[in-house]
């Protein structure tokens, strides 16, 4: 079956719940009308769907990208699809207008990013990484450096990487040991060999930008001696035309789980030219922008396989006849949607997924508003926006797990058979949790630095906006109401955990850090909650309205289940956090 | 890294949890003491560590079992390490002594079966089904067709699959229209289609005994028309030589995502020759027993690749070093170990697995308490063990899913790489809550068999036993008594969704059957537990008498954690089955 862009979901969350109003008062995005977005979109979806959307199983099973002498091999109809993916211009979706982008919010860049992801997260990829390179080079790099780069990444012609891990230095960058020499006409030599790279090396594009993390000759040791690089595969002439091919070389490709048209490079980079990106030994702080744009796109990633699990176990159970159903209303086999257990598990998917995509989007906006003009910046939307990053990457990756696994299972045997195409999605989403940043390194984040840098400030001002919302809630109908609830509750959980973890992380690190997933998913599951709680809002009033009343009675229902199923976890998770160290911890267990 | 058997919990759970002096009491377990068992179970060991682990790996990476013309072919490690397995008379260990078997009990017999797929799921689902088949005609056999292939297959020379499912025909095996025409010597010709036969073809044994469900001419629709077959792909001459080959073909062999290396096979019926077990029309009562046998089974392999992936895990933790601890107690990056979340990864994957295995030895107990001798049936032990069945089967094959991929997440990157070999047990795993009846199936059977059929009297005396641990707990020190209020206050849940679902399931059979997963999840979730209570009432006394102290704290440590992280999930799950039907069954969702 193919894949269809769920617009009319995603343009509710960019009209409802992205701020959009506030976003697009913005002098950066005057010129932006609604009307804009759901014209981009549109025309992404159709493309997706017909182009990109093929590629999944096509790259999978030719058994992915494939290393031949030093070029990696991907089948011809990716180059044909990267060839019209720039030629169409959606690189540029929601990058700034005055380097060539098309400068729309990034909440709608958010939702382009779902589909282009739902679609094929192999492809995508590619695309992901240059936005993150395009992040990086506008924050950081110099005039001269966004002149001889920007556009041709915000085009697509070059593609961007990003170069951290080593093999003894993953979670832990501070063991990075690339070096950097510096040379004479000011440029550095960088030597040494980088791992896990993501499209480190293929011939999509002409060109491949490598950002690299590296240590210069005098740097201290550990993550403050590390410095930012720009290492072009092809050094760029003054006239922006294609030098050198410069000395980095892929030494392997990696045989993986998932994402297998995705080429995972073994990167070695031998006295290669790099060039100083800001200043020296300030690199992980420029990465930091770069994997923090790569963070939440992950978590668009997650919600992006999850949609596409869910709209083939939803054909799948349309289709497929077997048993009677239980409340004896038919003497034959039904399609086993009418199951109550198939219909169960496919909500739960929906909901997951429905829930993760108001999330997203609603946390886009909160980065748009934390950046009201060039060079200005609003410190607590910028806040908000960094407490709930994490939770994107953490509460969406890992629901994906689920949702992509219930999807396997709705399909009973066939889902066991790769030729069905949904155990793709299973192995495609396991790398979600895992690169840029783990679920526990999003949980250290959480904790160490966005709940306690300000002393729990935004982490409570997270809490009184879910209180608003439940509040208006408990205002409505019996629908509204027992969402407003069931929030209540699970954000007396989210502020119990918060009060015992808040002293222990100075009191007992190891207490305080024991229970940090477990804060990670109340809070993810709270906060996508929260959001399926404004939506039902929004619902209600548009029913109250007469407007588009079977799409807002479902949104509405949506939310109702998600508030009932999903969001009632809270209680255990909180119970984990403040009464589980001690178990967890007990030195009985000497593993 | 290789796998070791972990004979020091087995065997505590089978001396401690399987009923074993009342086991060994009956007439048929005379003979058999711990020492019979321990001796078997270390050797067994030995074996699958050298001779069956290193297979897992090999047979993945050849890409599973090969089509050949009608051969299935498989890397000569498999025939070679089978040889050796039927040698060694591995198959007949829990099998009667009458037939050649070792005779020992089916908590042994458990336990070996988990040894051996913790080793490699795929090599051994091929003794999995021969055990079914044995299971079958043991039972509903005519005395001619045992003495023609129980010994047999008792020894391993001959394998034995199950014959169910065609493409319209998976859960709903009403379904079925494979033909029997029954031809003036008294055999039957069999014609039709079967889907994903384990095992169905291969070259490792001399002869494989189809068991296969088909329909007779005048044989009433539905699933109260099917008989069971004998349907040999070698005919048996009277002196028990191997004959002509019978008229089955395998035609196509899948393309899976996990235990590649175990062949399912797509085998054509064409007029082949089959023996009529028992009566016609009541072949799949006969198919029951074997499907008992082999959804128990199949919840062993949970516990299995739970226990594999738990021991990858651990020591890539104890291995790799990466970051400071967070509690600042050294100032070089330690061993994973060493972090919180790691920990928490760990145990939940210890606890799971060692909650599994006790539930499924506890379960072997009851198995064989319910046949105290020959023919003889005690009817509470079997409603017992009935009652079991589907928690062992639906509870340890889905919390496999998690602790498979738990075990990946302790990689980090490394665990996305299929040479890591720790991706291979997320694939495998995945196919054990589908086969041999999905969750669903199992929840179906726990509700409406299990629960419904007398009246929630077993499900009570469920209810009973439970109770009695917690009383007991709470009469111990401060960790017995904190498992025992868990276990209390998960009791009560699982009391309030029965009084809830008892009614409904007559009443309103959609809301109900709605809440079943939820209902089995919470039981299975209650019944490790509770045998992890049992676990720490041991070790308390233990401990108390000085003996084994440094095991028996963990024992208790590992009970308490699993109180305090997992038994915990019971209240979302109550409330999933008492307040959930509504939001799910909302017709404001039409899918």
Known sequence: ?????????????????????????????????????????????????????????LGDEAGGARLEGDK????????????????????????????????????????????????????????????????????SGSEAQQNTYLEKLISGQWSGTMNLTEPQAGSDLGRVRTKAE?????????????????????????NIVHLVLARTADAPAGPKGLSLFIVPKYLVNDDGSL????DVRCVSVEHKLGVRASPTAVLDYAGATGFLVGEENRGLEYMFVMMN????????????????????????????????????????????????DVRRMLLRMKALTEGGRALAVATAGWLDLAQPGAGETNADALAMA????????????????????LGVQVHGGMGFIEETGVAQFYRDARILPIYEGTTAIQANDLLGRKVMRDGGDTARRFAALVQDTADALSQGGAEA??????????????????????PQA?????????????????????????????SALVAEAAIARDEDVAFMREKRATALFYAQHILIDSAAERARVTLGAGSLLDDAISL
Chains 1, 2 share one sequence.
């Not at 409802?16 to 697009?24: K, R």
């Not at 089948?75 to 098309?102: K, N, R, T």
């Not at 992950?298 to 709209?311: F, I, L």
């Not at 940090?516 to 709680?533: D, I, K, R, S, Y």
């Open 243 to 246: 030098g050198a091919r410069n």
């Open 1 to 57: 079956m193919t894949y269809q862009a769920p617009l009319r979901d995603i343009l509710f969350a960019i009209e409802h719940l992205s701020a959009w109003s506030d976003v697009t008062a913005q002098p950066q995005y005057q010129d932006i009308g609604k009307e804009d977005a759901e014209a981009a979109l549109e025309a992404l979806g159709r493309f997706s769907a017909e182009v990109i959307a093929p590629l999944a199983r």
């Open 481 to 502: 109401q027992a969402i407003g609830a069931a929030l209540t509750a699970a954000l007396a959980d989210y502020t119990a955990a918060l009060d015992w973890l808040m």
């Open 386 to 405: 960094e407490f709930l990053v994490p939770l994107v990457k953490g509460f969406c990756t890992e629901r994906s797990l689920e949702v992509t696994s």
């Open 293 to 340: 744009a790569a963070r939440f796109a992950v978590g668009v990633q997650g919600v992006a396989v999850s949609d596409r699990a869910y709209q083939h176990a939803l054909a799948y159970a349309q289709d497929r006849v077997q048993s009677r159903p239980v409340d004896g209303s038919a003497r034959d086999a039904v399609a086993i949607i009418a199951h109550p």
């Open 182 to 206: 510096r040379q004479e006409d000011g440029s550095y030599a960088i030597s040494g060999t980088k791992i896990f790279i993501t499209f480190g090396e293929h011939e999509l594009s002409e």
């Open 506 to 534: 100075g009191q007992d690190p190891n207490a305080a850090y024991a229970g940090a997933v477990p804060f990670l998913m109340l809070t993810g599951t709270l906060a996508a909650g929260w959001q399926l709680g404004r």
């Open 72 to 139: 990696v091999v991907l089948p011809q109809a990716f180059h044909d699809a990267y060839q019209q993916f720039v030629e169409m211009g959606w690189q540029s979706l929601s990058h700034p207008a005055d380097h060539g982008g098309m400068g729309l919010p990034r909440a709608v860049g958010a939702a382009a990013s779902e589909i282009l992801n739902a679609s094929d997260l192999s492809f995508a990829l590619c695309p992901l990484l240059t936005d993150g390179a395009i992040e990086a080079l506008l924050l």
